[in-house]
């Protein structure tokens, strides 16, 4: 069975850390490039990082730029997403997806589970 499985979330205060985790079961990550997403109460979709299967290239939203590092360990089959000096408007449910291509272009087809960050004092 297929699945993509974030975790690491919680509560922090304002200009805290989380490290988040992406990991995969029933396929092997090292094929796909993989993003994070995260959604909002009552906003939507937002599309934060995109990591290759070789971690060489990767991209990031300018909300998060300066900020958040996305990055890959295949042997554990997991991607991570190291988020810094942390806002308020950073609350959301964070989930990642598994693209088609081996680069970050074109669709996604996968989407995992999410896990919950709040920032708040």
């Known amino acids: 069975q297929l699945q993509l499985v974030a975790s690491g979330g919680g509560s922090v205060q304002p200009g805290g850390s989380l490290r988040l985790s992406c990991a995969a079961s029933g396929f092997t990550l090292d094929y796909y490039a993989i993003g994070w997403f995260r959604q909002a109460p009552g906003k939507g979709r937002e599309g934060l990082s995109c990591i290759s299967t070789s971690g060489v290239s990767t991209n990031y939203a300018d909300s998060v730029k300066d900020r958040f590092t996305i990055s890959r360990d295949n042997t554990k089959n997991t991607v991570y997403l190291q988020m810094n000096s942390l806002k308020p408007e950073d609350t959301a449910v964070y989930y990642c997806?598994?693209?088609?291509?081996?680069?970050?272009?074109?669709?996604?087809?996968?989407w995992g589970q999410g896990t919950q960050v709040t920032v708040s004092s």
């Open positions: 997806a598994r693209r088609l291509s081996r680069l970050c272009v074109g669709e996604y087809n996968y």
